[in-house]
């Protein structure tokens, strides 16, 4: 069973940097992909970014693309969320999650959650 963490997540102001990070410290995380998502109140989960086993294939919302990277580590059992360039609305609790078989970047093929980190993008 996957136990992911999340961590990393702040107040920062629009324009600045949050580099979001998970672990898995139950399972390997080397043999399935893995997602950060995000809900905001009122909204459902989000798929942000998802890489493949291997990180040889990722995937990135529209609204991120050239502003979020993302990555892992195997051999940590890391996986990062480099988010730059922060928008108002990129606040929410941020998710890691790790998928067994993902057919897309959707929170509904992935099975394994963390707590969820808070990100606050304010002036």
């Known amino acids: 069973q996957p136990q992911l963490v999340e961590s990393g997540g702040g107040l920062v102001q629009p324009g600045g940097s949050l580099r979001l990070s998970c672990v898995d410290s139950?399972?390997?995380?080397?043999?399935?992909?893995v997602g950060w998502f995000r809900q905001a109140p009122g909204k459902e989960r989000e798929g942000i970014s998802c890489i493949s086993r291997g990180g040889y294939n990722t995937e990135y919302k529209d609204s991120v693309k050239g502003r979020f990277t993302i990555s892992r580590d195997d051999v940590k059992n890391m996986a990062y969320l480099q988010m730059n360039s922060l928008k108002i609305e990129d606040t929410a609790i941020y998710y890691c999650?790790?998928?067994?078989?993902?057919?897309?970047?959707?929170?509904?093929?992935?099975?394994?959650w963390g707590q969820g980190t808070q990100v606050t993008v304010s002036s």
């Open positions: 999650g790790i998928g067994v078989d993902p057919r897309s970047c959707d929170a509904d093929e992935y099975h394994y």
């Open positions: 139950g399972y390997n995380m080397r043999h399935y992909s």
